[in-house]
């Protein structure tokens, strides 16, 4: 079955290093509209991925979520369960802003990527580069971090900073654990670290190395923020109105609030200055635009950047499976599709991205609980592709 191992490879990386943290948590009627169509196939469908998502809605009224797909012939956005906005209950639909959580660092990766096309930087440039001259970034063996490293996570550094959970119990914050995590703690936490194995020897998923790859990046490109040189950089370019960390006031009336696995409202997260790897919020709408661009089915300026950050920089570690420039892939043993995917978690969100370009498909995958998306978009990537092949060649 196409796609087979992703579910696994997806359980192996969220437990390794999903925003998700279970420390920090005490951790239907089937309600469908379609709110967003051009294609043909709408009806098809709708049924296939109604026929899906049904049994992961069972005895979660509180769930809402949205289902994008993108293929050469439009956008189809199905909305599902009900959220909360301003007093309402509502399906969400193609403008509903959910948090993403890790998806963000694939944005990360592709800004990495057109600095490097800029001139900015270099990928094997020390990280110790582009920060404060009083930041120290620990070496061993006398080699340093570079921006590959931190991009492809062999950077040795772990997957949270040690004091993180510490410190957001300290503050009182343990249901918003980056909020409190400032730059000063940052540059303590970096001058402390004693790696324990040597830098570039394996993959592990870091949300401290993506983090820590954004703070760089704004630092050399001398933007005021991450956010400032994202926006600035892929946003505007890609006409992604909706993806921010920071909210207007009539952005935030359209984020859907949060649930924890129980239903109970949940805290929403905030980034003091780790954001990069998973601080932004976005709609279905924004996301199968980028999916567009990085098929470079929509012509932007940023289409040798897409090309660089889905190359295979580095192998995971596992057969058929490695990692571009935050960006996961993985090749289907009998039918040779390169797959890349991220997926997200916060404390009440879940998200799920996935594209095909051989087959010219992707699916987004939007929730406000933290119900793992990973299986269920497995699922449907495969059937529209299965519809797809079953269609026959396309125009």
């Known amino acids: 079955m196409p796609f087979k191992n992703l579910a696994v490879t997806a359980s192996i990386i969220s437990r390794a290093g999903s925003l998700f943290f279970l420390f ?43 289902a994008g797909i993108t293929r050469p012939t439009g956008h189809q956005v199905f909305g599902y369960g009900e959220v909360t906005l301003e007093g309402k209950k509502q399906v969400p639909d193609a403008a509903t802003l959910f948090e993403i959580g ?44 570079t921006l590959l490293h931190l991009a492809t996570h062999t950077s040795s550094l772990p997957v949270q900073p040690p ?36 830098i570039g020897s394996r993959f592990e998923y870091s949300n401290l190395g993506v983090g820590l790859l954004g703070h760089a990046l704004a630092h050399a490109a ?58 932004l919020r976005s709609t279905a709408h924004d996301l199968l635009l980028f999916v567009d661009a990085a098929m470079n089915r929509r012509k932007t300026p940023l289409a040798e950047a897409f090309r660089m950050v889905q190359q295979p920089w580095r192998e995971i570690g596992r057969k058929g499976e490695a990692v571009g420039l935050c960006w996961f892939r993985r090749e289907h043993e009998v039918e040779k599709d390169d797959m ?51 269609a026959g060649p396309k125009r």
């Open 24 to 66: 920090f948590l005490s951790s239907l009627c089937l309600c469908v509209s379609v709110v967003s169509s051009s294609c043909r196939a709408a009806a098809p469908d709708r049924a296939a991925v109604d026929e899906l998502v049904k049994p992961f809605l069972k005895d979660k009224p509180y769930l809402g979520l949205v």
């Open 163 to 198: 004091l993180i959970g510490f410190i957001a119990l300290l503050n009182k914050t343990p249901f918003n654990p980056y909020s409190k995590f400032d730059e000063t703690q940052l540059r303590k936490t970096l001058a402390d670290l004693k790696l324990s194995r040597p």
């Open 102 to 145: 890790s998806i963000t660092k694939i944005f990360t990766g592709t800004l990495l990527a057109d600095q490097v096309l800029c001139g900015t930087v270099r990928l094997d440039d020390p990280v110790q580069n582009y920060l404060p001259n009083d930041w120290i970034v620990p070496r061993r063996d006398d080699r340093d971090i």
């Open 222 to 279: 001398k933007a005021k923020t991450y956010e400032d040189l994202l926006v600035q950089r892929l946003a505007k370019p890609l006409a992604l109105a909706d993806t921010r960390l920071q909210l207007s006031a009539e952005q935030s009336k359209r984020l859907a609030p949060g649930h924890n696995k129980e239903g109970e409202p949940a805290s929403p997260w905030t980034f003091a200055c780790l954001e990069a790897c998973g601080g």
């Open 340 to 390: 890349l995917w991220h997926n997200g978690g916060t404390g009440g969100y879940r998200s799920f991205l996935a594209l095909v370009p051989e087959k010219g498909v992707g699916v987004v995958l939007l929730s406000n609980s933290p119900h793992s998306l990973d299986k269920l978009g497995d699922a449907i990537l495969k059937k529209i592709a299965e519809n797809d092949s079953e």
